[in-house]
């Protein structure tokens, strides 16, 4: 891969919004310091000054008034793309997203669809504690009417804006906070938004991960190949709908599982995946299934113990090994 | 002056039939509520009529409404038909929601009554977007947005006010201030009861009205509506009225005496509107039998309608989770059922 084809998560993201931009003049972008400030991450840099304040609008610190406006003006045939600075801010708009964006078509017996994307930073690793730092995709994962999408390539940072704008429902966009620095190639411009990809293949255990525990895995897998234990790494890519098919098909090859979740164990997304796996691909199985989830606690601010909080390379690899023991 | 003052007359008996519509409607609604014909929540207006229908009056085809649980007046006076009202308080698939919301969620959007909002306040944020979409593609509509005295202690209404007067969005914000959060009065939940003051914080427009008096409540809508096309940005009416029935059905209505309701109910907007119409001389008793008779007409319709539509199959469950389009680009268009009116 050369230098000059890669470009920042940061970057692909911006790319994605722009070309939305230009593509389509219902699009969009509102949110808490999108405009002047750049995107609290710097996502947006740049774009006020080229397509104005119409376009691109900053808005007051009201999450729930400008997520509900994003709602409406999805209703009135827009298509916004609407900023939330973290998840953790999220919960102020929870009821807009679940009472109205999840909750209109259904409730008006299929007249209402909401063609909105939510995009929003999440998880931990960067010692910003408890109140900036959790992964709660999980729990938007739970709620019918949502697609929920974690990228965690620059291709996927790049390609999944505009399919999810061309979505007729609400869909919401993970971006893991570690990675808008990450370089990689951009790909094509578009990826399909509906299913799991197959990161890594091997034969020994699968491990599942998505949006900022991908990366974690894949280094996981490689620890474990100078092990001689190869590993198949599934990229979830989208957390709802689950793509069971890709996961089943490699746990069908591999017979161990490792579920990897930067959110925490109990009612969480692991826990779902889980007991799909065993659900569907019991027999299949010749380990109990491993999870590597955060501990369950808010997370510190201090490094040592924010790392220890959270699922690590070296926790992965124990994992794997335990599950390829048995 | 003979042809201003017959339109006014048909003005005025325009009004009285929109009141006198959901009065009856929702009687018959109480009938219907005991038979067990309706069930789950259901909120009645009566009492608070002239509200709806006097703010309505200032409302083009082409403006948007956004409305709460209370909301039967307000779909009713939109153009949503009864038919399809009644058929959804029955739960049955010809309803305007197929039998999804009930009585707080009456939607229907080739009406553009974009509904029947169960959460206080939630419906205010769609309201302002909605507005923003119409601003942004430079349709000249006013998105008109009820909500109780209720709302106004929720974060969204500030936000809100402040979002759309930041963007002068055109959206009239129609305050229904029947002085009870369901079983509190508003004096318990608000440090400043004059609720308009609220809004003048923000920078919005607001003047309060004799949520009782259809003609004053018009009046104010009307002058709001004209700003608010003329693009003065949001403008705030609050009405000043009453329920005459409990919070809900379940409501055994324990906060308040039987003295105040009395009092209010002398102030009936529908008996007070009769009566000047008698004093002008624009109704006779034999027009208001005619009047009662079309609209019972209208109502037995609606019931024999609700009685005799299909219930949506339950194989049908699952659908409108998601649109049902053929790939994922695209909006989805399935449509409002349509049914005779």
């Excluded at chain 1, 919004?17 to 969009?28: Q, W």
């Excluded at chain 1, 209109?104 to 939510?118: A, D, E, F, K, T």
Aim: glycine fraction near 10%; charge should be negative; charged fraction near 25%.
């Amino acid at each position: 891969m050369s230098a000059a084809n890669t470009i920042t998560y940061r970057e692909a993201m911006r790319e994605a919004i722009r070309e939305a931009l230009r593509r389509d003049d219902r699009v969009f972008l509102m949110g808490e310091d999108v405009g002047a400030y750049g995107g609290c991450f710097a996502v947006s840099l740049g774009l006020l000054e080229e397509f104005g304040p119409e376009r691109v609008r900053d808005t007051p610190l009201s999450e729930a008034a400008f997520v509900g406006a994003g709602i409406g003006a999805a209703l009135g045939g827009m298509r916004p793309i609407v900023e939330i600075m973290t998840v953790n801010f999220s919960l102020l708009a929870l009821d807009q997203i679940l009472n109205n964006a999840a909750t209109l078509l259904h409730m008006s017996g299929g007249q209402l669809n909401v063609p909105l994307v939510i995009r929003m930073t999440t998880g931990a690793g960067r010692q910003l504690a408890a109140q900036h730092s959790h992964s709660l995709e999980g729990w938007y994962a739970h709620i019918p009417g949502l697609r929920i999408l974690a990228p965690a390539t620059v291709e996927d940072a790049r390609g999944m804006l505009w399919p999810a704008l061309e979505d007729p429902d609400p869909v919401l966009i993970f971006e893991h906070g570690s990675l808008y620095g990450v370089s990689g190639q951009p790909g094509p411009g578009q990826v399909d938004i509906t299913s799991a990809a197959l990161r890594r293949s091997g034969k020994d255990v699968t491990l599942i991960a998505y949006g900022g525990t991908t990366g974690k895995a894949l280094a996981a897998a490689d620890v474990l190949s100078a092990e001689g234990t190869e590993a198949d790494v599934v990229d979830l890519r989208v957390l709802r709908p689950l793509d069971d098919a890709t996961i089943m098909e490699s746990v069908g090859r591999t017979h161990r599982a490792v579920i990897v979740d930067e959110g925490w164990r109990s009612g969480g997304l692991s826990a779902e995946i889980g007991i799909r796996i065993a659900e569907q691909a019991f027999y299949q199985l010749d380990a109990p299934i491993q999870r590597v989830c955060t501990a369950e606690v808010p997370i510190p601010y201090a490094r040592h113990l924010e790392e220890a909080a959270l699922p690590q390379v070296p926790s992965i690899v124990a994992a794997a090994r335990e599950a390829v023991a048995s | 002056m003979a042809g201003k003052k017959s339109a006014r007359a048909e003005s005025h008996r325009d009004l009285l039939r929109q009141m006198l519509r959901i009065r009856r409607f929702e009687e018959r609604c109480v009938e219907l509520y005991s038979g067990e014909k309706i069930r789950g929540f259901m909120h009645l207006y009566i009492g608070e009529e002239a509200v709806a229908v006097g703010v309505s009056h200032a409302l083009t085809a082409d403006d948007v409404v956004v409305s709460t649980y209370r909301e039967h007046g307000h779909a009713l006076i939109r153009g949503v038909p009864a038919t399809t009202i009644m058929a959804e308080m029955y739960g049955k698939a010809t309803g305007c929601s197929r039998g999804r919301g009930g009585s707080m969620h009456l939607f229907d959007v080739a009406r553009r009554f974009y509904g029947g909002n169960a959460i206080v306040g939630g419906g205010l944020p769609l309201a302002v977007g909605l507005a923003l979409a119409d601003k942004m593609q430079d349709r000249n509509r006013v998105t008109v947005c009820f909500f109780g005295d209720g709302a106004v202690a929720e974060g969204e209404f500030h936000e809100c006010l402040n979002l759309a007067a930041l963007w002068r969005l055109p959206v009239l914000f129609a305050c229904e201030n029947n002085l009870y959060a369901m079983g509190t009065a508003l004096a318990r939940s608000h440090a400043q009861t004059d609720l308009a003051l609220r809004a003048a914080g923000y920078g919005v427009a607001a003047w309060p009205v004799d949520g009782m008096d259809v003609l004053a409540v018009a009046d104010a809508a009307a002058r709001a509506a004209e700003a608010i096309r003329a693009g003065a940005g949001p403008h705030l009416v609050e009405s000043r009225t009453y329920r005459f029935r409990a919070h809900s059905m379940y409501d055994p209505d324990r906060y308040r005496s039987k003295q105040e309701i009395e009092q209010w109910k002398k102030r009936d907007p529908i008996d007070a509107l009769v009566a000047s119409m008698k004093a002008e001389r624009e109704i006779t008793d034999d027009d208001l039998a005619v009047l009662e008779k079309e609209i019972s007409e209208e109502i037995d319709h609606a019931v024999a309608f609700a009685e005799q539509a299909p219930v949506e199959p339950v194989e049908d469950l699952s659908r409108f989770v998601y649109s049902e389009t053929s790939e994922t680009s695209g909006r989805a268009r399935v449509g409002p059922v349509e049914a005779a009116s």
